[in-house]
T-cell receptor, first 114, second 117 residues
């Protein structure tokens, strides 16, 4: 089945220690998104790629970076995690299609910062 | 600015009964898309149903239907014949275009649905 895969499902890191979360897709979609969802809150977009074009949300901290080496993979790098970065990180993909564009999400990675 | 409002933080429904989850939205765009997602405790966001602003018919997908009232700017989700597995958080969302390079989803705060046996 075509799907969005996120690894790992759970990640524990230490305060200030860089961490990388990964997302892969078999849907061959041209857009990939990273959302952050803190406890009891709605998801919030951090950034996204349309093909190789990177689009950063204005309020995304510089501590967060992303890479998309090819169509299938996208990475979220947190350079120096703080306690406030503990959250669920959701990857989503879509095929660019205007208002009908539907985003499909992976299972998420829960990040814990000690 | 675009905004989604879900006014029901939590809802209870008896198994096999129907339930309506409320969603209102605000946008100045003429063309827009509205979505409902289900998020179980495992965390995955599962796409349920889509409604386009120009769609004349209310969207339906199996037990899910969307009661779309454009003049009222509401897009309520109706779940018929509730099942225990429907217990989850439900998010209403609207797509906001980003320079023709994709579209971010603006989510409401969610409604926690609990189905009682």
């Amino acid at each position: 089945d075509a799907m969005v895969i996120q690894n790992p499902r759970y990640q524990v890191t230490q305060f200030g220690k860089p961490v990388t979360l990964s997302c892969s897709q078999t849907l061959n979609h041209n857009v990939m998104y990273w959302y952050q969802q803190k406890s009891s809150q709605a998801p919030k977009l951090l950034f996204h790629y349309y093909d190789k074009d990177f689009n950063n949300e204005a309020d995304t901290p510089d501590n967060f970076q992303s890479r998309r080496p090819n169509t299938s993979f996208c990475f979220l790098d947190i350079r120096s995690p703080g306690l406030g970065d503990a959250a669920m990180y959701l990857c989503a993909t879509s095929e660019l299609a205007g208002v009908t564009e539907t985003q499909y999400f992976g299972p998420g990675t829960r990040l814990l910062v000690l | 600015a675009q905004k989604i409002t879900q006014t029901q933080p939590g809802m209870f429904v008896q198994e096999k009964e129907a339930v309506t989850l409320d969603c209102t939205y605000d946008t100045s765009d003429q063309s827009y898309g509205l979505f409902w997602y289900k998020q179980p405790s495992s965390g995955e966001m599962i796409f349920l149903i889509y409604q386009g602003s120009y769609d004349e018919q209310n969207a339906t997908e199996g037990r899910y239907s969307l009661n779309f009232q454009k003049a009222r700017k509401s897009a309520n989700l109706v779940i018929s014949a509730s099942q225990l597995g429907d217990s989850a958080m439900y998010f209403c969302a609207m797509r906001v275009s980003i320079y023709n390079q994709g579209g971010k989803l603006i989510f409401g705060q969610g409604t926690e649905l609990s189905v009682k046996p």
